[in-house]
């Protein structure tokens, strides 16, 4: 797979095998999305301190919907871009505008963060080597983190002022 | 951020509310285990305007110490930082200066 990006400032992965192609079509329903630890990381606390309660209610109300507007918006653009991914013999190709680079770097956190709060991924797990085989599901996550990570990496390389 | 209240208050209150707003409040950014270390370098500098340099110390003294202040000043700023980190899944909190 290799990452390129055009002098018409579009940004893209080619050479992209059949099941990576597979996990950048989950990005962006990666992760139960749905669980109170997921929603919790989603969504921290602005205070701990016990006379914030105020600020706390305010966060929930008017922060916390916005918050999911712009989660959400991220992944209805990443998902976009994903149905332009077109196969090319036996591998696939993806372009995407670099104006869509922001939506991708947060649409991928979302996606390594709540793999992560799922599959309850230690840190030394997540700094160990990543494993040769795929057993399981917790293997198959992993993958997809190191995946994500590694896109991850180019975009904000892309994107650094 | 904060909503009003529309119940009408003594002067005195409202003085005392205020000069408790108008105190330094710092915003905290924790670590965790799952932003990318250049990720949030990226964060600080588009949020906050920092130079590469200060970007960088920030975000180490958060990976090593789990913890860094990021800004101090109004309540108010401070707030729309912390929901600025929040919109990138940065963790980070406001805090009372001493």
């Avoid at chain 1, 630890?37 to 606390?45: A, N, T």
């Avoid at chain 2, 002067?11 to 250049?38: C, G, R, T, Y």
Wanted: hydrophobic fraction near 40%; charged fraction near 30%; charge should be negative.
């Amino acid at each position: 797979m290799e990452f390129y990006e055009t002098t018409e400032g579009r940004l893209g992965l080619r050479d992209i095998p059949p099941v990576l192609a597979d996990l950048l079509r989950q990005i962006p329903h990666s992760g139960d999305r749905d669980s109170d630890e997921v929603e919790e990381r989603f969504f921290p606390r602005p205070s701990d301190d016990p006379d914030e309660e105020d600020l706390r209610d305010d966060w929930r109300a008017h922060v916390e919907p916005e918050l999911h507007g712009i989660f959400q918006s991220a992944r209805v653009v990443v998902e976009a871009d994903l149905r332009g991914m077109k196969e090319e013999e036996d591998v696939y190709a993806l372009e995407f505008s670099r104006g869509h680079a922001d939506s991708w770097l947060n649409a991928l956190n979302q996606a390594r963060l709540a793999l992560v709060t799922q599959h309850r991924f230690s840190e030394e797990e997540l700094s160990s080597p990543r494993p040769a085989l795929i057993r399981n599901e917790r293997d198959l996550a992993l993958l997809q983190l190191t995946l994500y990570e590694y896109i991850q990496h180019w975009l904000v390389e892309v994107l650094e002022p | 951020m904060r909503v009003g209240a529309e119940v009408k208050e003594a002067p005195v209150e409202k003085a005392k509310q205020k000069s408790e707003s108008d105190l330094p409040w710092s915003v905290i950014v924790h670590n965790d285990p799952v932003n990318l270390m250049s990720y949030v370098t990226l964060i600080f500098r588009k949020v906050f305007g920092f130079p590469r340099e200060k970007a960088e110390r920030h975000m180490m003294e958060v990976h090593q110490k789990g913890r860094s202040v990021v800004w101090a000043g109004g309540r108010e700023q401070a707030e729309f930082y912390v929901q600025q980190l929040h919109a990138h899944l940065l963790l980070a909190t406001i805090e009372r200066l001493d």
